[in-house]
C-alpha cells in the first residue's frame, strides 16, 4: 500500500488550517483588526477576535477616555471634580481659564463660549441666567428662559456636573456598556454620548481634550503630543484668527443672539416690520425661526437641542436631526457640532470635520444668520457691529436703508427678498440655498453630488 502522495498531504494541511480558522471564528481579514481607540473599545464588540472585549482587552490599554479605569499612567482618571465633572487642572473650566481669552482644550471655543466653562456651576465669571447645578435643575423652573425645564434642557441632563438628572453624559458612563438612562440607547449609540462636547470617549480627536492628560483618541499621543491639539493656547496655539483683515469684526466682538441686537425674540417677531433689513419680517427671518425661545412663529418647528437629536423629523420636511438645516445651520442648537455661528465661523477651525473651515464651509458661507462671510450689513443692522468691514455701522450703512430701525419701511411684497427662487424643495430647507443636496441636508459644494430640485 503506497501512502498518501505530497498532494494529498498539502490538501490535508490546508483543510485543517482553515478548520482552525473557522473554529477559531477568523478570516484572514479578521485577524487584521484592531480593538484599539475610544471607539472600536467601546462599542460591545471583540474587533479583533482574541477572545476579549473592548476594556477586557488589553489592546485598549490607549483608549484611555473608552477605558478610564485600567493602567494606563498618571492622569488616567480623567481628573474627575465635583459632581462627576471635570477637574478644573484637566480642562478649560474654573474662573481663571475661563476668562483669559484664550482657548486653553483646542475645542475652537474660547472661555465661556465652551461648555466646559458655561455647563460648570463653579464658574462665576459666564454671564446670564443659567439652569446647570443640582438646584437649579431640580426646581421646577425654565433658570436661563429657553424653553426648557429641569432635566428636559440639555444644560442639565448633558451636563457632568449635575447628578439630578439621569443621563449618559460622562466618560465612564459612556463606556460602561450600560443604558444608563433607560432610553433604548447605551454609550456612544446615545446621543447624550455622541453628540455631548464633554464627552471624549465618543470621538476620534483630541481636540478639546488638550490638558487632561489623556490619549483621549487612543493614537498613542497625549495632548500636546497630539496634533489634534495644534489650536489648543496650553499648547502654543494662538487665542484666535483675531481682527478680520478686511478691519470686520473679531469673534470675541459678537453680540449675543438676542433681541437687542437681532431680530429674534417675541416682540421683534411680531412686530410686522423688518427690524435688520434683510427683507425678512417676523417669522419669515431666521433669526425669528431658528430661536427656540420665539413662541409667536407658528407650526412645529425642529430648531432646538432636543428637537435635533430625537430622532424625529418634527417640521415633516423630510430632514431628521442634525441632517436638517433648521438644526445644522443654527446657532442655537448646539448637539450638530457644525460650523453655524459668527464665532464657529471665524475660528480658523473645521469645526465639523467636512474638510471645510469657516467661510470655505457652505454652513458658513450660505448661512444668512452668518455675518462674518458676507460683504453687507444688511440683516445685521442692530448689533452694534461693522459687520462688513467698510467703517460704517448699522444704520450709518448704506446697506441698513430697509430695516425698519433706520427709517426702513416693510417690502409691499411681504418681505420675500428677490432672487430666493420662491420655496425650497423640502418645505421648511431655507430658500435660496438652492440644491437639495444628496447627502440629506448636507449644502451643496461640500463634496456630495446634488441634485438640482428645481430642474426636474
Not at 474660547?110 to 465669571?125: E, K, L
Not at 416682540?267 to 427671518?285: M, P
Request: with cysteine.
Amino acid at each position: 500500500m503506497t501512502g498518501p502522495s505530497k498532494w494529498t498531504l498539502i490538501v490535508a494541511t490546508m483543510a485543517a488550517s482553515a478548520t482552525l480558522a473557522a473554529c477559531d471564528g477568523r478570516s484572514d481579514g479578521d485577524a487584521a483588526a484592531q480593538e484599539e481607540g475610544n471607539v472600536a473599545c467601546s462599542d460591545g464588540l471583540d474587533n479583533d477576535q482574541d477572545g476579549r472585549i473592548d476594556c477586557d482587552d488589553d489592546s485598549c490599554g490607549t483608549a484611555r477616555s473608552a477605558c478610564p479605569n485600567l493602567d494606563m499612567g498618571v492622569g488616567g482618571d480623567g481628573g474627575v471634580g465635583p459632581g462627576g465633572g471635570p477637574g478644573d487642572d484637566k480642562t478649560e473650566t474654573g474662573d481663571t481659564l475661563c476668562s483669559n481669552g484664550l482657548d486653553d482644550d483646542g475645542d475652537g471655543r474660547a472661555d465661556c463660549q465652551d461648555r466646559h466653562c458655561t455647563y460648570n456651576p463653579a464658574v462665576t465669571v459666564c454671564p446670564g441666567d443659567r439652569e446647570i447645578s443640582d438646584a437649579a435643575c431640580s426646581d421646577g423652573l425654565d433658570n436661563d428662559g429657553n424653553g426648557h425645564v429641569d432635566c428636559d434642557d440639555f444644560s442639565c441632563s448633558q451636563n457632568p456636573w449635575v447628578t439630578v438628572c439621569p443621563g449618559e453624559k460622562t466618560d465612564a458612563q459612556c463606556s460602561d456598556g450600560l443604558d444608563n438612562d433607560g432610553n433604548g440607547f447605551a454609550d456612544c449609540d446615545d446621543f447624550g454620548c455622541s453628540q455631548n462636547a464633554l464627552v471624549s470617549a465618543c470621538g476620534d480627536t483630541e481636540a478639546g481634550f488638550c490638558l487632561d492628560d489623556v490619549d483621549n483618541d487612543g493614537d498613542g499621543m497625549i495632548d500636546c503630543d497630539d496634533p489634534d491639539c495644534g489650536m489648543a493656547a496650553s499648547c502654543g496655539g494662538g487665542p484666535g484668527p483675531g481682527p478680520r483683515p478686511d478691519g470686520g469684526v473679531a469673534p470675541s466682538d459678537f453680540p449675543p443672539l438676542t433681541g437687542e441686537f437681532h431680530e429674534t425674540g417675541d416682540e421683534r417677531c411680531s412686530n410686522g416690520v423688518d427690524d435688520d433689513g434683510d427683507g425678512r419680517t417676523d417669522c419669515q427671518d431666521r433669526h425669528c425661526l431658528y430661536n427656540p425661545a420665539v413662541t409667536v412663529c407658528p407650526g412645529v418647528r425642529e430648531n432646538s437641542d432636543a428637537t435635533c437629536s430625537d430622532r424625529m423629523d418634527q417640521d415633516g420636511n423630510g430632514f431628521v436631526d442634525c441632517d436638517d438645516f433648521s438644526c445644522k445651520q443654527n446657532p442655537w442648537v448646539t448637539v450638530c457640532g457644525g460650523e453655524s455661528s459668527d464665532v464657529l465661523c471665524s475660528d480658523g477651525v473645521d469645526n465639523d470635520r467636512n474638510n471645510f473651515a469657516d467661510c470655505e464651509d457652505f454652513a458658513c458661507s450660505r448661512n444668512v444668520l452668518v455675518s462674518v462671510c458676507g460683504d453687507t450689513e444688511a440683516g445685521f443692522c442692530l448689533d452694534g457691529v461693522d459687520n462688513d468691514g467698510d467703517g460704517k455701522v448699522d444704520c450709518e450703512d448704506a446697506d441698513c436703508a430697509p430695516a425698519a430701525g433706520c427709517a426702513g419701511q416693510p417690502r409691499p411684497d411681504g418681505g420675500q427678498p428677490p432672487g430666493d427662487g420662491g420655496v425650497a424643495a423640502d418645505v421648511g430647507q431655507p430658500p435660496g440655498d438652492g440644491d437639495v443636496a444628496a447627502d440629506m441636508g448636507q449644502p451643496p459644494g461640500d463634496g456630495d453630488v446634488v441634485v438640482d430640485m428645481g430642474s426636474l
